[in-house]
Structure formats: structure tokens, C-alpha cells
């Protein structure tokens, strides 16, 4: 089956850039949407951003053009870099595999499997 | 962007209670909204998806409805390993709701 392993520093500082890679094992990186997505301490689940096994991207508005994920198929491995980071991206960082369904034209997406979460800490 | 807004916040129920929890999308979302269950320390974990199905090796206990702009899950009868933080998400833009916490009365 499928896991999903992320991996980076802990501890990135004000105005720096966080850089997190997650490593897919038991399956193929190919036809699938793999995401990241965050959780403040003590706070609700933000989706950040996905990317398609072409390389096609979509980001969510609010982080704008901070936000870049990136593909790695040799290595089974996605990437996310966050720049200009200050205290409010301190989270547990997620990645995660989109599945999605056909149904008459729609394509219905959920997050399965998880990562089990990194936790990044934005301080000096 | 489109919100979605679950209620409520936190429930105290015991077990074998029936627990009913609501999403309500800002704009009609069709069936494009899915439910996760987070315990302390993991990753959210799909229970359902596209509004009702429920995911493979699921327990039957949890079921979704609605369509449109309100959605509900409900666990049918609350067991001790249910204790957790449930997300409402639209995948229609994706954005989750804010979670609605299920505490031991």
C-alpha cells in the first residue's frame, strides 16, 4: 500500500524558506494529484497546494506566488518550498495523495493516504 | 472562495449516543465535500467522500448526507475509539471546515 513520508528541518527562520520533501513508497507517483497541506497548533487544516504527476500545479490563493511544489519522479518524491516565512507558518506540515472519481463529467477528489506530519517551527 | 462553516464547534456525548455533525458550504458545492477524522497527534483520515460514500474499511456506523449547501455526518452509535476531531472539506476549491471536536461526557 501506498505511505507517504515527509522530511525537512524543523526549524526555519523569519524570511527564510521552508523546504519539505516527501517520499512515496508502494506506489507510483504517475496519473495521481499529490498534496500538501498544514495545521497550525491547536488550529483547522489548510490545503496549500497540489501537483499533478506532469507537473501541473495549483496553489491556493492565499499563499500566492510563495508557494512552489515541485516533482521528482526518479526519486519518488515531491517537494514543497514555502519563501519569506514568518511566525503564522508555524505548523505541522502534511503530504498527502489526492484520489479522485469520474462521475458523469465531475471529478471528485479526496486526501488518502496521509503523511504523518512534520512539525515546522518559524522562529530566530 | 467558497468557506465552509461546520457546527458545532465541540460535542459532549456518551457512548452509544446517535451524533449528528453539519457543513455548511457558502455556495451550492453539488457533492464535492468529504469528512475526515483526526485523533491527537495523527493525520486526518477519509471517512467519507463525494458527500456520502463511504470509504473502504470504514466502519458502517458513519454515514453522510446532503447536497448542495448542507451536509451532515452522523456516527450512529458513538464508540469509545470515535473520541476524536472531525473535518469537513469541499473539494470543489478545497477548503475545510474548522473542525467540530467530540468529547467524553
Known amino acids: 500500500q501506498v505511505q507517504l513520508q515527509e522530511s525537512g528541518p524543523g526549524l526555519v527562520k523569519p524570511s527564510e524558506t521552508l523546504s519539505l520533501t516527501c517520499t512515496v513508497s508502494g506506489g507510483s507517483l504517475s496519473t495521481y494529484f499529490w498534496s500538501w497541506i498544514r495545521q497550525p497548533p491547536g488550529k483547522g487544516l489548510e490545503w496549500i497546494g497540489n501537483i499533478y504527476s506532469t507537473g501541473s500545479t495549483r496553489y491556493t490563493p492565499s499563499l500566492g506566488s510563495r508557494v512552489t511544489i515541485s516533482l521528482d519522479t526518479s526519486k519518488s518524491q515531491f517537494s514543497l518550498k514555502l519563501n519569506s516565512v514568518t511566525a503564522a507558518d508555524t505548523a505541522v506540515y502534511y503530504c498527502?495523495?489526492?484520489?479522485?472519481?469520474?462521475?458523469?463529467?465531475?471529478?471528485?477528489?479526496?486526501?488518502?493516504?496521509w503523511g504523518q506530519g512534520t512539525l515546522v517551527i518559524v522562529s530566530s | 472562495d467558497i468557506q465552509v462553516t461546520q457546527s458545532p464547534s465541540s460535542l459532549s456525548a456518551s457512548v452509544g449516543d446517535r451524533v449528528t455533525i453539519t457543513c455548511r458550504a457558502s455556495?451550492?458545492?453539488?457533492?464535492?465535500l468529504n469528512w475526515y477524522q483526526q485523533k491527537p497527534g495523527k493525520a486526518p483520515k477519509v471517512l467519507i467522500y463525494a458527500a456520502t460514500t463511504l470509504q473502504g474499511g470504514v466502519s458502517s456506523r458513519f454515514s453522510g448526507s446532503g447536497s448542495g449547501t448542507d451536509f451532515t455526518l452522523t456516527i450512529s452509535s458513538l464508540q469509545p475509539e470515535d473520541f476524536a476531531t472531525y473535518y469537513c472539506?469541499?473539494?470543489?476549491?478545497?477548503?475545510f471546515g474548522g473542525g467540530t471536536k467530540v468529547e467524553i461526557k
Open positions: 498527502a495523495r489526492d484520489l479522485y472519481m469520474s462521475v458523469a463529467g465531475d471529478l471528485y477528489t479526496w486526501f488518502d493516504p
Open positions: 472539506q469541499q473539494s470543489y476549491s478545497v477548503t
Open positions: 455556495q451550492n458545492i453539488g457533492n464535492f
